[in-house]
């Protein structure tokens, strides 16, 4: 039996990957330390959800260089625009289902 929790997406489960993915749904793109300190996450949290969240090929990253420093730009993909708006649509099911 298929229940609205079915079409909720693992990936966004956690409350940082959830915030990820609503800062690249709303903005073309996104460095790193915009990110870290929007989500108010360490390196090694964002980097670690960023990593998961590029497995799933949800997000894509650019590298470049500012001057002489590094600069990585994240941006959400096709598919995880999709997932995201399906997640969200899930949990809008899921809410309403409650009244």
């Known amino acids: ?5 079915n079409d909720l997406h693992k990936a ?3 409350r940082v990957r959830l915030g990820i993915m609503s800062a690249l749904a709303v903005n073309d793109t996104l460095d790193f330390t915009a990110l870290k300190e929007y989500l108010d996450v360490t390196d ?10 590029e497995k799933e090929e949800y997000v894509g ?3 470049s260089f500012v001057g002489r420093k590094p600069n990585t730009m994240y941006f959400i ?5 999709l997932a ?5 649509n899930a949990l809008e ?3 309403k289902s409650q009244k």
């Open 93 to 95: 099911a899921l809410i």
């Open 77 to 81: 993909t096709k598919a995880g625009r």
């Open 61 to 63: 990253m650019k590298k």
């Open 84 to 88: 995201f708006e399906e997640h969200l």
């Open 12 to 14: 966004f489960e956690s």
């Open 44 to 53: 090694g949290n964002l980097a670690s959800h960023m990593k998961a969240l």
């Open 1 to 5: 039996m298929k229940t609205i929790i």
